[in-house]
């Protein structure tokens, strides 16, 4: 076991070993949940952006590095949809919706920041076991994992979008 200092310098090196582009994503997300927890319009393309940044992100790992990408993607897919109907259910419970003027507005809500944040984080933390230890990415059980998380995880994005959608075309 390592002391409470081993464990502060640890956490220290993978804060200095993040790349600063994982910085500026952080920001980004921190600062796009921030603005969602107020009543805004809607926009179905800027919805898209954060599923489109985590699913490149899990993807591309997936594809690239995996020694499994076949398995390992038949996993994500699958878990994606499953996640998709949990956010649409827990999105469903928590954002509401109405017309103003004819614009589309979403009330603010919490939910939107706090699934970024466990995307940003599960991501960050998986990635941060492959570059302390490359060789999970020929490791098949780590693969299935890092797929049933990060499909399951960005599901949760496309659920709210689902929400968002069938909430548009209710209201008009």
Do not use: E
Request: charged content about 10%; overall charge positive.
């Amino acid at each position: 076991m390592l002391s409470q200092k081993g464990d502060l310098n640890y956490f220290v090196a993978i804060i200095k070993g993040t790349p600063i582009y994982a910085w500026g994503i952080l920001i980004f997300l921190v600062s796009r949940g921030l603005s969602l927890k107020k009543d805004g319009s809607v926009s179905i393309k800027k919805s898209m952006l954060m599923p489109v940044i985590f699913i490149v992100w899990g993807l591309w790992k997936v594809v690239i590095d995996f020694a499994f990408p076949v398995q390992a993607l038949i996993i994500y897919v699958v878990l994606a949809a499953a996640g998709t109907g949990l956010g649409y259910l827990l999105y469903s419970s928590t954002q509401k919706f109405d017309l103003r003027g004819g614009i589309f507005f979403r009330l603010g809500s919490s939910v939107p920041l706090v699934v970024i944040m466990i995307n940003f984080i599960v991501k960050y933390a998986l990635n941060v076991c492959i570059a302390m230890n490359p060789q999970l990415l020929s490791n098949l059980g780590f693969n299935i994992i890092y797929c049933v998380i990060s499909g399951l995880t960005v599901g949760l994005f496309f659920g709210g979008i689902c929400n968002t959608i069938s909430n548009l075309r209710k209201l008009r």
